[in-house]
Each structure stands twice: as structure tokens, then as C-alpha cells.
């Protein structure tokens, strides 16, 4: 019996070998603790297959996709300043659609959340003080009783905004101020630079400011700075009843947000420069790159796009272009997570092979991204009077965007080629007005990527 | 009626001056009390624009302790560590108050933002618009003065240099910060302080640099974001909380950067009181309008009621007083005025009897005989006495007419030296008796158109005159003569004479030379201004002659002959 024996003690051997290899393995099952959804972090490069021997440029697009919020989970609570300017020019309609918008977003936070009322004229009024949303009626009869008068302090109103959204500060809350406004800036500084320095301020606290412009008297380049350099959205009512609908939106975004504090850091070849930012403000130190987002949406993503310098490398070579570092809170976890993403590039010294592998998106928003300029510089063009070259700008940009769409049988850029072209025909007398407050808002649009 | 022109205007005078002097001195008064009022005023909105100082330089403070205790790097091993790097751009990146940062290592060279093609286009930037500070080119500020023994502003803390604390602006002292010496550069600074703040302008506006010393040496810093701490400010500011009337900040430029209070100022409006902004926004300003409903609420007082009230207390007892003078007044020219009516009233029923007693007199002179010397003599004294008493009452009538402006010459082609004689003629039984002894040298033949019962008259005054006060020169002396342009006649005598400080006052109504001259002498006092008055009418005039002895009068006519009187 002692073959059997011997069996026996194998087998028995095995079963502390098995056991072990069992629970490595579940440990290895769970590497966190919590099984939260993450950001998905992409990074591609217009083409991942480069002719070789040629210094030239490529287009990096570095996206993050905040994850659908889980069916089960509490939302991440709010805390809320609505701004909301009362001066003369919003009298009748306007105050009263104001009103009605601001009394839904009300209706849609819950009690956790925590909102402000300011309003703003010629002074500034905090009518509800940044406090939790318990007595709905109380804070509804405050914006009920709002009534138009005197001039616009827009700056003064942001502050407040700020100011009120400050006390309540928190990682874990979404920080946000929702400015509506309606006309031009004219008590404190109103020049867009310096509205877009407050916004910045106010981004680098974490947190966002949103703008909505209402009607054609506002000014479009203050508001779109505030947005943009706060990570806000802008949108544009051209009537009050617009005004319901923007809201909801913005307030949709506000609801899902699953990421915030998102810093990008990348880091790229020795030999490789990057050159500039596309549609972001990207912080450029030798080959490093740094950017942040202060959030992102469930479902949405938000990119940006680098221009990059790439020196000639011979052919069959690869290069490790860039390396990715992100870090963010998840909210829903509650937690500061990592993520990290590398990019490679091989070179060939046939075409047809750099065609064939050519990234269809990266190129896609690249290419939106260079018609944005470019119809920035009509807009440029067009404040200073140059009526036909503005015009030209704009056909060209339609054109191109044409064929482009064509080539990468993209529908979004036949939409903005057609765009442009209208925009180019109403580029005279009152229509002007609207059409700049368009192509701003569009621009805006396809730099943060809004999804309304 | 009785009163002339020139009454009214006295009494109007003694009304009205002193009632302007003392409108003006209240209105004087007045003003001096709104003047205290307004500075009161200003006073009081000043304390309030403090107020809202003190809570920006409370701010400030908090933002120095901050950056000195916490967010600045207290000691920097390597100014040119990368790792520094990295820690001041992500300082940059995280903090909202924060434009740039900078490191000044002990040798005066600027560090961060690096000179190199790493640093990002906004370093670069910062490079330049800062270049002139580091150069020691710029004009740099130091604090001012702390008001000493103000404990509360003193920031805590071991190396505090008394200059650095930020002082809370005491009511009363203007402190301005004051001139670096010139050359001065933030190392220079950094010798004798911890830390401080640098303001300066460049394009678009004022900047603002915050700096410390490190424990090596080395200055580290932050270009402040201005906007961010405008906003800041902006908050802390009351968004209500004023009643009335508004508070505006403004930059440098005027331009208003905040304002609060329910009151909209006019286009044009000045502000009621204006103060600086805490060092290192001393450029910045306060301002505080107030609206008219404030104003007038501070400035109104019951003392402009009282003066009014005084005014017009005054100005009644003025006028009650004038209404009573001019009754008094009044009253007595009435009462002067019935006398002057009577006097004439009486003149005028004497004249009638006394025309026939002259009439039945020389009537009775003609029917004597011729031999009846005593019948004559006796007539002769009736009839010079009864011419006499009608001379008299002649000029009585004559002063009285001319009172009411009813005197007037009968003008006719007369022989002056047959007027004269006429009169003399009339008085020599009077100068006789007196032992005057009477000379007349005619020399005006040829005859000129005047009024020959007012030459007479005024010859006969000035003959009474010689007759009443002369006496004792017992000499008198009438000549005429005659040029192409004029007659005079002059009469003149030996005695006492007339001073020459009495000169033209003679002329006057009822002006005696003096009592003592004239005592016991009977007579009216108005034979002179009547003889004056007539003169005047006859187309000449009556003057005095100076002379060494006695009196001399001259009777000047203006010689107009007419060709009718040439012919004749």
C-alpha cells in the first residue's frame, strides 16, 4: 500500500499548493477594496503611423470619459449659486421666464444640496444666502419678489457668487455658480480678459462657473472667458423661453458629475516638443504638458487636443511619444484615483501605410478644433470692419470643412461647414449681432466639448 | 406833502442799512453754521468710509499671514532645483490669489520664472513686465508709519518689523505710504523686513507683488491675481446694509470697481466724503455719495428759523421806529408849515391897509403947504416908516413864494442907476437919523432888461442890512458900472464886516452872523436869501466881496440887450 500512500501525500501536497493558488487568485480578483467605476483615460495621435525621415507635426488627443453613474448610487450632493442679473434692460418677460427658471432649479435639487441666490444690478443683493435646501417656499418667495432696476455689475455679482459657494467648499459637493446675465458689464471690471481671470481664479477653488446670455444685448467674449477658463458650459437663450430648457441642461450636467479635480499630466519624448494646446489652455514646460479639468460629466467625454513637434526618425523605429498620468476625485468613491496611459509611434516609409492607419476621430476633432481658429479669426476680422475678409475666412473654413467631411465621412464636420457658411452670410448690419453670439457659443462648444 | 425827497430817502436809509447789515451778518452766520454742518457731514461719512477700510485691510492682513505662514516656502536650499520648480508651478496652478511666482536668489538674480525655453509664454511674460523692478529702475512704496500703541494691528509673529504691519488707518491721520529711497531694490528692502508689497503699473493696470525673506537669504514671491482679490474684497464688502446714499470704490483710473447703497448719483455729482484705500491699494479710493434727502435731513437746523425770525423782529422795530419819526416829523413841518401860512396870511391883510396909508400919506404930503416944515417932516417919517413895514412885508411874501416855487421876475427895460437912486431916495431920512453918510456913483446909464421891483427889493435889503448892522462904519457906498456883458451894483460900508468862515452862509434863511453881534437888533433874517433868490430870477446873481474893511455886496446882471433895446 505504499504507492497509495504516496498518491495520498501528493495529493495532500497539492491541496495547500491549490489552496494557496485559490486564494492569490481571489486577492488578485479584488485589487481595490471598493469596485468603483473609473474614468476611462484614452490617449491617440492623428497617426499612429508616421512617415518616416520627415520632421513634422502631429495631433495627441487625450480623452477622459466619466463613467455612467450607477443606478443605485446617490448623486454627489450640489452646492449651487445662481447669479442672476436683474439690471433694467431684463424687465417684463425676461425677469419673469428668469424666475420661473431659476424657481425649477430649485425644484430639482434635494435637500443635501445647498443653494445661494444673488442678484445683481447696479449693486449687488444676496437674496438667499448659501444655505441647504429645507425651506423651498422661503427661498422661492425671495426670487418671486426679484425686480429690475438700474445698471449691470456683473463682476460684483460673480464674487458674491463665488463668495457664497466658498463657505460651503467641498471635494465632495459639485461647487458651482450659474451666472445668467443679459447685458453688457458696466460697474468693476468688465473687459473679457479679466472676467476670464476670475473665472480661472475661481476654477483653480474648484470651482465652476456656467454663464447663460440672454437676448443679443449681452456680451458674448466676457461670458465665454468666464466659462471657459472655470471649465464652465455657456449657453445662449435668444428669447426667455429658451431659458427653461438651458437651464435644465446645465443643471443635467451639474447632476452627473462623477470626476472632479481631474490633473493631466504628460509627459512626451525627449526629442519630441510640444507645440501648443488646440482647444484648451495647456500648461507647456520643456516636453511636459499639464492641463486640468475641474470635472467630468457621467456618459461625456472632454478632450484635448496637442500639437506636437515630431523630429524625423528612420523608418521601422517606434517611439514612445507620451506618457499620461491622470489623477481625479471619484465621487463615488470619494477617493483620489490614478490613471495612467502611454502612446506609441511606428514610422514607415510608405504613404499608403500612414493613410490606412490614420485615427479618423483624433483627425475628426482635430480638424474642428482648426476651424474653430479659424472662425475665431473671422470673428476677429469682421469687430474690426473688415467686412469681406471675414466673409472669405468663413467660405474658405466652410469649404475645407467640406472636403474634409467628405475624406472621414464625418457628419460633424458637413454640420460646422454649413455653419460657417451661414454664419458668412450674416455677417452684416443687425444680423450681426446674433451671428457673433452664435459663433462664440459654437466655438465654446467645440473647444469644451458641451453637450448641450 | 410836508415831506421832500430827500427826507424819504434818510428814513429809507435808517431803515434799510442796518437791515442789510444784519441780513448779511445772518446770512454770515448762516453760512458758517453750514459750513460746520457739511464738515460735520463729511466727518461722519469719512468714519464710515473708514469703517469699510478697516475691513479691507483686515483682509489684506489675513492674506499676508497666510502667504507668510503657510503658502510661502520659509527656506529654499537650491534656487534652481527643478523639484522647486515643479512646487512653485504647482503653488501657481492650486492657488486662486496666486498670478506668478517668483525667487529672487540673494545675488539680486531672478531665478523662477526660469530664463530658459521651458518657462511658458505667461512666465515669460512675467519676466518682462516685471524686468524694471529687479533692475532697481522702479519706484517702490514702503508702508506707512503704524500710529503707535495700536496693539490690534500689530501682526503676530517673532521678526516682525513694526513698518510691515499693515496699519488699521486711525481716524484723524492720513497715512500715505512714503517714497523708498531711490535705487532701492526688493533685496535692498529685504535687509530690514520680513516682507512686503510692491504695486506698480503696466499696461492694463496696477500689478501687485507680494514678497518674503527666506531664511538663506533669498526673496520668494507671488505676482498677485488682482482680479481674485478684487473679488475677495468685493465679498467681504456690505452688498446692503446702507440706508441711504452710496458707496462707491474706485481704481486709479476713477473707474468704479464695487459700489453698494440704495442711492443712484446724478451725472456730475461730487462725492461728500472720500477716503484712501489701506497701503498697498493705495491707489484705490472710497467714495460716499449721499442724495439730496440726507443732506438736507444733516444740514437742516433751527437756526436758520432763528435767524429769520430775528431778521424780521428787526425789521419790524425799524420800521415801527422810522414810522414814528416821520410822524414826528411830519407833524412838526404841519405845525412849522401852518406858522410860515399864518405869517404870510397876516402879511398879506397888512399889505392892503398899509398900501393906504402909504396912498392917503403921500396924497396928504402933496396937499400941505409948502411951507408946513413940521407937517412934511411928520409925513416923511409916516410915509418911510409905512415903506419901511411895506419892504417888510414884501419880502415876507416874497420868502414865502419862493418856498412854494412862486417867485417870479417881471422883467422889463429898466435904468438900474434910477432904481437905485429910487431906493436910496426911500431910505435917507433912516441913514440920516443914523449919521450914515451916503455916497453914489452911478456908472449905468444904459438900460438892460430886468425886473426893476426885484432890484429894488434886493438894493433895499442890502441898504437894511448896512442901516441894521453897520451903523457905527457910518458909511455907505452903492456904485454901479457897467461892461458889454454885465451891470453890477455895489454896496458897501465901513462897519464890523463879515468873518470869512460865515462866507456864503449869510445867504441863508434865518442865519444870524452871531448872537452877540446882533443882540437887540430887530429883523427877519431872510432879507439876504430873498435878495439871493431875486438876483438869481433877475438873470444875475449876489455875491460877497471880500474887502479889508466893512462889508461889500455886489449885485451882478447879465446884460442882455436886445436890438430893440439898441435902437431905443
Known sequence: MNRNANYLGRTLAIVPLLSLLLVSLVHADSPKRDSSPEVILDIDVGEPVMLANR????????SLTGFELPKQTKRTSVNLALVLDRSSSMAGDKI???????????????????????????????LVPATKVGNRNAIRERIAALQPRGTTALFA???????????????????????????????????????????????KNGITVSTIGLGLGYNEDLMTQLAMRSDGNHGFAENADQLATIFNYELGDVLSVVAQDVVIEIDFDRYVRPLRGLNREIDIHGNKALVSLNQLYAAQQKYFIIEVDVPAT??????????????????????????????????????????????????????????????????????????????????????????????????????????????????????????????????????????? | MFVRPRQIAIFLCIVLVPLAIAAWLGLKVARDEQQV????FQSLLEGRLRDVDSTIARLIQDIERQFVDQILPTTIDDTRAPA????????????????????????????????SADASPDERSFRQRTDAIWRGRAVLYEPPATASGDERTQVQGPERSPSTSMAL???????????????????????????????????????????RRTDEGHVIGVEVERIALLARIIAKLPAAGLDDGRVVLIDSRGHPMHQWGPYEPTDGQTAAARSPVTYPLHAWRLLHYASPAQTKAFLASSLRLNLILGFVALAVALLAMAFMFYRDYARRMRDAAQRVNFVTQVSHELKTPLTNIRLYAELLD????????????????????????????????????????????????????????????????????????????????????????????????????????AADGKYLRVSTHQSAHSTSVRVSDRGPGIPVTHGDKVFRPFYRVSDKLTDGVTGTGIGLSIARELARLSGGRLSLVPSERGTCFELTLDRTITNDEERA
Not at chain 1, 479618423?360 to 476633432?365: D, G, I, L, P, Q
Not at chain 2, 454742518?37 to 460735520?40: N, T, V
Open chain 1, 55 to 62: 520632421g513634422q507635426k502631429a495631433y495627441v488627443k487625450i
Open chain 1, 96 to 126: 419673469e421666464k428668469a424666475k420661473h427658471a431659476a424657481m425649477m432649479v430649485l425644484d430639482r435639487l434635494g435637500k443635501d444640496d445647498i443653494v445661494s441666490v444673488i442678484s445683481y444690478d447696479s449693486t449687488v443683493d444676496v
Open chain 1, 157 to 203: 455679482g460673480v464674487s458674491h457668487g463665488i463668495e457664497e459657494v466658498s463657505k460651503f467648499l467641498d471635494n465632495n459637493r459639485v461647487n458651482r455658480v450659474i451666472l445668467l446675465s443679459d447685458g453688457q458689464a458696466n460697474v468693476g471690471p468688465s473687459s473679457p480678459n479679466e472676467l476670464g481671470r476670475l473665472g480661472a481664479a475661481a476654477g
Open chain 1, 314 to 452: 528612420k523608418p521601422g523605429a517606434k517611439r514612445d511619444l507620451a506618457r499620461v498620468a491622470v489623477n481625479y476625485n471619484n465621487m463615488i468613491s470619494g477617493k483620489r484615483h490614478k490613471l495612467n496611459n502611454r502612446l506609441d509611434v511606428s514610422f514607415s516609409k510608405s504613404k499608403k501605410d500612414v493613410a490606412k492607419n490614420e485615427n479618423r476621430t483624433v483627425m475628426v476633432a482635430a480638424l474642428e478644433a482648426v476651424a474653430a481658429d479659424n472662425n475665431r479669426h473671422a470673428l476677429t476680422l469682421r469687430d474690426k470692419g473688415q467686412i469681406e475678409a471675414a466673409e472669405r475666412v468663413l467660405v474658405n473654413n466652410a469649404a475645407t470643412l467640406e472636403r474634409q467631411s467628405k475624406k472621414y465621412k464625418s457628419k460633424r464636420l458637413r454640420s460646422y461647414s454649413e455653419s460657417n457658411m451661414v454664419d458668412s452670410k450674416n455677417l452684416r448690419g443687425q444680423k450681426w449681432r446674433k451671428t457673433r453670439k452664435k459663433m462664440r457659443k459654437k466655438q465654446h462648444t467645440i473647444d469644451t466639448q458641451q453637450s448641450f
Open chain 2, 37 to 40: 454742518g457739511r464738515h460735520q
Open chain 2, 84 to 115: 522647486l520648480f515643479d512646487e512653485l508651478r504647482r503653488l501657481r496652478r492650486t492657488n486662486l490669489m496666486v498670478r506668478e511666482v517668483f525667487v529672487l536668489d540673494k545675488e539680486g538674480g531672478l531665478t523662477f520664472p526660469p530664463n
Open chain 2, 169 to 211: 488707518i486711525r481716524p484723524g491721520s492720513e497715512a500715505t505710504p512714503t517714497l523708498a529711497e531711490q535705487g532701492d531694490t526688493v533685496l535692498a528692502l529685504a535687509e530690514h523686513r520680513l516682507y512686503g508689497w510692491i504695486s506698480w503699473y503696466w499696461a492694463e493696470g496696477m500689478h501687485l507683488l507680494f514678497w
Open chain 2, 366 to 469: 402933496t396937499e400941505l403947504d409948502e411951507d408946513d416944515e413940521r407937517g412934511h417932516k411928520r409925513l416923511s417919517v409916516i410915509i418911510a416908516e409905512s415903506q419901511r413895514l411895506t419892504r417888510l412885508i414884501n419880502n415876507i411874501l416874497a420868502f414865502s413864494r419862493n418856498r412854494k416855487n412862486r417867485l417870479e421876475a417881471n422883467k422889463s427895460l429898466i435904468h438900474i442907476d434910477d432904481v437905485v437912486a429910487s431906493v436910496l431916495e426911500q431910505f435917507a431920512p433912516a441913514l440920516a437919523a443914523r449919521d450914515i453918510e451916503t455916497v453914489f456913483t452911478p456908472g449905468a446909464d444904459t438900460p438892460i432888461h430886468s425886473d426893476a421891483d426885484a432890484v429894488g427889493q434886493i438894493v433895499a435889503n442890502l441898504v437894511s442890512n448896512v442901516e441894521k448892522y
